[in-house]
Nanobody, 115 residues
Framework: QVQLVESGGGLVQAGGSLRLSCAAS????????MGWYRQAPGKQRELVAA???????NYADSVKGRFTISRDTAKNTVYLQMNSLKPEDTAVYYC?????????WGKGTLVTVSS
């Protein structure tokens, strides 16, 4: 089992940057995959970016070239660097970990991008 706590959300102007952090309660070294998802008001939750235990990454088309996912196994933390933010990036961002076939979710952090 693993608990996840997101941080780093906030209000930013369009074109600005934020870095989200997802701190895990235990080592992430053997967690199969971790990812960032987001859910905007009235919309379904969608994958933003994911990283596997081997370091492979994938991104939603809407964020490619602007967002970067990374992890620090020494700190048990996954990051999402978000640059060139747009109003349509406004959402609650959730961290997810997949380990031994089980999914674990954080409670989310709100990102608001003003135009």
């Amino acid at each position: 089992q693993v608990q996840l706590v997101e941080s780093g959300g906030g209000l930013v102007q369009a074109g600005g940057s934020l870095r989200l952090s997802c701190a895990a309660s235990r080592s992430i070294y053997d967690i199969n995959a971790m990812g960032w998802y987001r859910q905007a008001p009235g919309k379904q939750r969608e994958l933003v970016a994911a990283i596997t235990s081997g370091g492979s990454t994938n991104y939603a088309d809407s964020v490619k070239g602007r967002f970067t996912i990374s992890r620090d196994t020494a700190k048990n933390t996954v990051y999402l660097q978000m640059n060139s933010l747009k109003p349509e990036d406004t959402a609650v961002y959730y961290c997810k970990a997949t380990s031994w076939g089980m999914d674990y979710w954080g409670k989310g952090t709100l990102v608001t991008v003003s135009s």
